[in-house]
């Protein structure tokens, strides 16, 4: 059965950005870590919703301060990255062999001259 709300119903924590607004006052929002991202040099945070729509801001990266999220979204987040790169360089070494043993099993020695050593 599909529930009719599709709010996450885990708890992901909470973020908080320290901004400058136009009016130049420093802003101190929390919300949920789901509520926050950053995206094309800008901090996007859900402010509000309206009927079916969710009002958001935009904040330039310039004028953030500091974001803080809770630590175990970091821990996730860290580990994340860290897979993606463990599984790009796998799909690298199998694509481009690098090492002694590669090397030595495709490597072909090519001898270049100059005109010079034509003459002699």
Do not use: C
């Amino acid at each position: 059965m599909v529930e009719d709300d599709l709010e996450l119903e885990e708890d992901l924590g909470q973020a908080t950005i320290v901004y400058e607004n136009p009016e130049g006052e420093t802003v101190e929002k929390t919300v949920p870590n789901e509520h926050i991202a950053y995206f094309q040099d800008h901090w996007i945070v859900k402010t509000e919703e309206r009927g079916d729509h969710d009002i958001v801001r935009r904040i330039p990266s310039e004028r953030v301060y500091y974001t803080e999220r809770s630590v175990e979204e970091f821990e996730d987040e860290v580990q994340t990255i860290r897979n993606r790169v463990e599984s790009f360089a796998g799909t690298l070494r199998e694509r481009l062999p690098v090492g002694d043993e590669d090397e030595s099993q495709d490597s072909h020695e090519i001898e270049v001259g100059s005109e010079t050593d034509h003459d002699q």
